[in-house]
Each structure stands twice: as structure tokens, then as C-alpha cells.
């Protein structure tokens, strides 16, 4: 399927039309086109040609030739509309779709296929085994974006009919399933890309749903596959890993575009595996106690899975450091949370000086996400108040104050050498951190010298009274 825009010389869109314009159903187009190979939709400027014989004429030596698309308008009297309500204006430019191969009836009919046989179309290229997904995905997502959008304008007569979405025909959808194991010789920073472009701009959730159909889950991202019936404590999770890791993706995918963040959400819980297996099998308390310790708790070990997977599939060294500081952190927000609301705010503060603005919203927002969907019935977990009072003390912290930073503090690191007479060592270093997590409770009154360096000997007489 073609599309061309062209340059329109009459002054008014219908002088050529002899009768007024008939309105056409999705369905009467087809039948139209079937009956006379080509159809003008004069409301919104578009030439439909399907007869290779009526596009030669029309595109003679592939120029427009603007007479004889004229002349078959006016002698076939071939002009309809797709709206009633018709307004008539004067454009410079209508469309074209030259569309030899019948895409119009797969994309009214909403079922996808390829041209000719698809088992040859994906022996040709294995990337748009991936495309075709990705497709579907964009078709759906922006189809929904426009029933939302009506629905919207009709919230007093709701419109009862559902909006058809697009699939494959059965016969591309069988072929996608048996070529998937193709992928293995298409480079890897090619289907990157694909991957990468759902998770930017539409629906991430849909897509890997689609993957995992296809059999494409395991081939992309093993470590997430496997996550697949491994149950959690049900006290803790209402669901398995996986499906708690799905539905915690829908739901960053409505609070947060950035395309790191879903991916780290994709995998902020895989190493569940393991722990949950080692748990099974650990007898004493100890055991299970060093399970929630590294390298076994899947905070400090899902990075690691991560990091094979998404370098495997050549995702730059920058973007893998990114998701797995998200993935690394994706608990902090809550330990803040269960920490005395008294340190809160010299909690987030800190948080907002070592990881900047930006990471540390996207933190609560991954927080958000995970807690939405745990489901979890001791903890009340649906109730969000607390994770969205973090986000507004966060944007408080933004517009009151600065991002404050070690360099910030009134002194330095060989100030507090010369004040105590000390050599460079591991307790200069303890020291400095020491006076910046006291002035972050108060920046305004303790970050001045003779305040910090009270503290720090009153700090280290009662270091050497405990040695």
C-alpha cells in the first residue's frame, strides 16, 4: 500500500462531481472497490486505486496525471463521503493510495496479514517477525486513544458498540509462532530498537503480552520467562511473579513515558526465582535469614540478570547503569515510608542529593507501580496517600530549596583534616558523611562551621568511648 499527496490545481474540491456524493460504510467501500477497482472520498481528499490497469493511467510513468484522474471521476461518477457531515473546502493537496495487494480489506477488517505467503516474508527478513507485533500494537493503541477521546464527547449517551481492535489472520499468526526461532540470526542492535520503540511512546504491556504469545519471551528476555508460575507468599503477593510484574508494568506505563523506567519495572523482580527456590529449600532460620542478604535477595541480584539480558540484546552501558540503578532502588522509597515520619524529609533530601530530581520521582513512581499491584492484604496496599505525600515532599524540596550536595557542606574534607590534625584515611570519610546526614535535617541552621565541627567531636569522643 502507497501513499501519495499531490498538488491540486481546481479551485474547488467538487466542480469535477456531477451529483452530490453518496455516504459509504467501512464495508460498502469494499464492495465499491471490488465492483469499479478505485473509489474518491471527497470529504477527505482521498483517491483509493486497487486495478494496476486505472494506476497506470492515473500515474503514467509514475506522474500524476491529473486529467485523467478527472475524467475517470467524472465518467464513473465514482464520488463518495465517509462522514455525514460533509464541508466543503478548497485544498491545495488530496491523498492517494495505490494499493494493488488488498491492504484496505485487512485493515477494515481489522485482521493483518502478509503479502503473499508469510513464511517467505519472514525467511526473508526475521526482524519483521517483531514489526509485525510492534504493528499491531500501534494500530490498538492509538484506535483506543480515539474511543477514549470519543467516549469522552458522548458521556451522556454512551455509544454500547465496542471498538474492534486489530490481529493477525490465522494463517500470519501460525507463521509467526513457527519462524520465531529466526531471530537468532537478525542483529541484535536492530531488534533493540524494535523493542525499545513500544516501551518509548505506546503500550508496553501489550506488547510483551504479544511476544509472549508468539514465543518470543524466552529468545528476548529469558530471565523474565522464567518467571512464569513461580508463586510468592500469598500473604505478601496475590500473585505469581510474573503476573505481578506484567501488571506493574500497565500501571508505570500510565504515570511514567520514560522508557528506562518500564524497562526496569520489566525486571525489577526477576531474581525472585532464585530467592524464592533457595527459600524453599533453606531448613534453619539462619538460612533463610542469609537468603534475604546478598546475593540472594532479589534487589541486589535482579540488576545482575538484567545486565546479561539487555547487553545480550546491545542496550548501551549507559542505559543498562540506568535500569539498574531503578532496579537496585525500586525498595528505597518504601523503606523510607516505614521509617518515623519525623525522618522523612532528611530521608527524601538525602534520596534527592545523591540521585537528582529526575531519578528519584521516577524511584517513587516505580514505588507506586510495585505497590499498586501486590495486592497485598495485611498492608493495605491499594492505599497510595503515603507513596504520593513522598512525591509532593519531593517537589516541596525542588521549589523551596536546592539540590544539596557534599560539596555543599560548609566544610570540606581537608578542612576537617587540619581542624582534628589527621592523615587522609577511611574515618575522613566517615566523618564528612557523618556531618552531612545531620545537616541534612536542617541545611539552614547546621550547615555552618562551628556547628559541624562541635558535632563531629562530640562524634568522635563517643566513637572512641565504644572502641
Known sequence: ?????????????????????????????????????????????????????????????????EYAFRYLVETQNSCYVISDKVEKKSEKLFRVVIDSTWGIESMIHRKLTTVWNPDQRFGEDALRLIRWLRLVNVCNYQLLQ?????????????????????????????????????????????????????????????FVVLLDASGMLPIL?????????VDQPIRYHAFDVYTHIMLSLKAIQEINPDYLVRFSMLYHDVWKVQQYSAYDNAKTKEEKQ?????????????????HEDFSALWFSKKEIETIERYI???????????????????????L??????????????????????????LQNSSDLTDSYY?????????????????????????????????????????????????????????????????????YIKNRKKAE
Open 1 to 65: 500500500m502507497y501513499y501519495f499527496s499531490v498538488e491540486q490545481k481546481t479551485k474547488k474540491e467538487l466542480d469535477y462531481v456531477k451529483d452530490e456524493p453518496k455516504l459509504l460504510s467501512e464495508l460498502d467501500l469494499l464492495k465499491v472497490l471490488k465492483t469499479q477497482w478505485y473509489c474518491y472520498l471527497s470529504d477527505i481528499n482521498l483517491l483509493i486505486l486497487t486495478d494496476s490497469q486505472f494506476i497506470s493511467q492515473v500515474f503514467p510513468q509514475s506522474h500524476f496525471d
Open 146 to 206: 480515539l474511543d477514549k477521546t470519543n467516549k469522552s464527547k458522548k458521556s451522556e449517551s454512551w455509544d454500547l458498540e465496542k471498538t474492534q481492535l486489530f490481529d493477525f489472520s490465522s494463517e500470519t499468526r501460525d507463521s509467526i509462532k513457527k519462524n520465531t526461532p529466526l531471530l537468532a540470526h537478525v542483529a541484535k542492535e536492530r531488534i533493540k530498537e524494535e523493542l525499545c520503540k513500544p516501551f518509548q511512546k505506546w503500550n508496553p504491556f501489550a
Open 221 to 229: 528476555f529469558p530471565a523474565l520467562a522464567k518467571t512464569k508460575f
Open 290 to 306: 542469609i537468603i534475604f542478604s546478598w546475593p540472594l535477595n532479589h534487589r541486589e541480584s535482579s540488576p545482575v540478570l538484567m
Open 328 to 350: 537496585h532502588e525500586h525498595h528505597t522509597p518504601g523503606e523510607i515510608l516505614n521509617s518515623h515520619p519525623n525522618n522523612r524529609i532528611k530521608k527524601v533530601r538525602k
Open 352 to 377: 534527592y542529593s545523591e540521585k537528582w530530581y529526575e531519578m528519584v520521582n521516577n524511584l517513587f513512581d516505580i514505588n507506586i507501580a510495585d505497590r499498586l499491584w501486590q495486592e497485598n492484604p
Open 390 to 458: 513522598l512525591k509532593e515532599l519531593l517537589n516541596q524540596l525542588k521549589n523551596s530549596e536546592w539540590q544539596f550536595e557534599m560539596k555543599d557542606l560548609a566544610i570540606d574534607g581537608e578542612e576537617l583534616m587540619k581542624h582534628f590534625k589527621l592523615e587522609p584515611s577511611r574515618l575522613v570519610w566517615e566523618l564528612l558523611n557523618q556531618a552531612f546526614d545531620r545537616v541534612l535535617t536542617d541545611i539552614n541552621d547546621r550547615n555552618n562551621e562551628k556547628e559541624i565541627f562541635n558535632y563531629l567531636e562530640n
